[in-house]
Structure formats: C-alpha cells, structure tokens
C-alpha cells in the first residue's frame, strides 16, 4: 500500500487474433485514448518514476436476477 492510484481500467478483447479462441481481459492502465499522444494532451496519464509503485485492485460479485 501507499503507491499512486491507478484509476483506469482497461478492457482487453482479442477475437482469435492473437489467442487461438476469443479473450476479454481486465488490466490497470495508467491512462486512457487509444493514442499515448491524446492521454498526454489531456492530462490523463500517470507517470512513474524508476522503482516507484502503483496500486490497483478489483472487485467483481455476480449480478443476482431481481424476485418480483
């Protein structure tokens, strides 16, 4: 713990480009756009230093059907 936040979540799809099957993955990024270049623009990108941490966790819990 005490590391910089990592705000952003990044969903990885692959449709059997690079796997042998579809994949979706959940990963930290340190910032969002498609393009470093745009996240730099507008502020939206977490620098670290060499050896400096940063944190990031989930929480995932199955959405249960509502009773009516």
Known sequence: MGGA?????G???DRA????EDVVAFEPA???YDSLERAE?????LRLAARERAEWSV????LLPTRR
């Open 5 to 9: 936040a990592i705000r952003t979540l």
């Open 59 to 62: 929480s995932l819990a199955p």
């Open 30 to 32: 340190t910032g969002w």
């Open 17 to 20: 480009g690079y796997a042998t």
């Open 11 to 13: 969903i990885w799809i």
């Open 41 to 45: 623009r507008n502020g939206q990108v």
